[in-house]
């Protein structure tokens, strides 16, 4: 029954997908075909359904936030970074600079914005970049139960070659002194993470991981706490797509995270993760075919939770 109710899915939102456009901002992803759309979904139990292009790699960009947010409460302990990062949801575009100049103490309002990202990074107790790189996509793997998830080079070396405005969100961040350390290398490490390559179904498994309080249930791993599973959903819910994230909550009312690459992760507590792709963005830089499938599937499987 469920895997033709996401047939269906793929099916109703096909045309409306096709409105949205690619990421160009990173070369690299200007490349993607705007009309793949695919969907997987995973249970707490271990059940797995998919459909459409689910089997297509994407960058995992703003998703790995989650991932990284994860391993920084668990290495760090969540009284440290939400004493350097807040908790509190923006209007503004992911990689904006606006209020993080003109609010002091000048510290990043979320960890799923750039600039949080970056700071929470940069508190990781691992040397180099390919180490915390390496720490992140570790962690992804175990969330994920894929052991290949690996760096996809040519979207990496794109976003360091282009990323000017990352850059200044950083230098801007030393400058008053929200962020400490090598810049370049903290940055080099955030292009790895947002370069780690999935597709839906990992995605999926991901977000049922997250569901079930941090037991993946197809590996049977504990991979992540149950108090950080909370935490990171809650920050999905009221921050995971940016400035498009009450409507979101509204249309959809799941926690759900987002990425540039065309890739939602999506968490419903105690029931399922879902992941969907769609490379063809809206204006706010979300898949706008993603929103769509994860709205009807809300619809057609009562998984609303907000
Ligand atoms: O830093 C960037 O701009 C990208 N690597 C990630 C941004 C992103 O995924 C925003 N999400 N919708």
Redesign the pocket.
């Known amino acids: 029954m469920i895997n033709s109710v996401l047939e269906t899915v793929i099916q109703q939102v096909r045309p409306l997908a096709r409105q949205g456009r690619v990421a160009t901002?990173?070369p690299e992803l200007g490349k993607q075909d705007p009309d793949l759309l695919g969907i997987a979904m995973a249970s707490v139990q271990g059940e797995v359904w998919t459909a459409g292009d689910w089997d297509r790699k994407f960058t995992m960009?703003?998703?790995s936030k989650v991932v990284s947010l994860g391993l920084a409460m668990v290495e760090i302990g969540e009284e440290r970074v939400f004493s350097r990062v807040g908790v509190d949801p923006t209007a503004d575009p992911?990689?904006s600079i606006m209020r993080l100049e003109m609010v002091a103490p000048h510290r990043p309002q979320n960890p799923l914005i750039?600039a949080g990202?970056i700071v929470t990074l940069s508190l990781l107790p691992h040397g180099e970049a390919r180490e915390r790189f390496e720490a992140v996509r570790d962690l992804a793997r175990r969330l994920t139960g894929s052991q290949d998830l690996n760096l996809d080079e040519a979207v990496y070396l794109s976003?360091k070659e282009t990323?000017d405005?990352?850059r200044s969100l950083a230098y801007f961040m030393r400058s008053v002194g929200v962020l400490e350390g090598d810049i370049e290398d903290i940055l080099d490490s955030?292009?790895m993470q947002?370069?780690l390559s999935v597709n839906a179904r990992d995605l999926a498994v991901m977000g049922a991981t997250l569901a079930s309080g941090g037991v993946n249930p197809f590996t049977g791993e504990r991979v992540l706490p149950s108090k950080v599973c909370r935490v990171l959903r809650a920050l999905m819910a009221t921050c995971g797509?940016?400035d498009g994230s009450g409507e979101f909550a509204v249309r959809v009312g799941v926690p759900a995270k987002?990425?540039?690459?065309g890739g939602i992760v999506a968490s419903v507590p105690m029931r399922y993760g879902i992941g969907v792709f769609g490379p063809a963005?809206d204006p706010?830089?979300?898949s706008l075919g993603g929103i769509a499938m994860l709205e009807k599937l809300s619809q057609e499987l009562s998984l609303r939770v907000l």
């Open positions: 901002y990173i960009q703003s998703i992911f990689n750039n990202a976003e990323s405005r990352n955030y292009f947002c370069s797509l940016y987002s990425g540039v690459g963005l706010k830089g979300n």
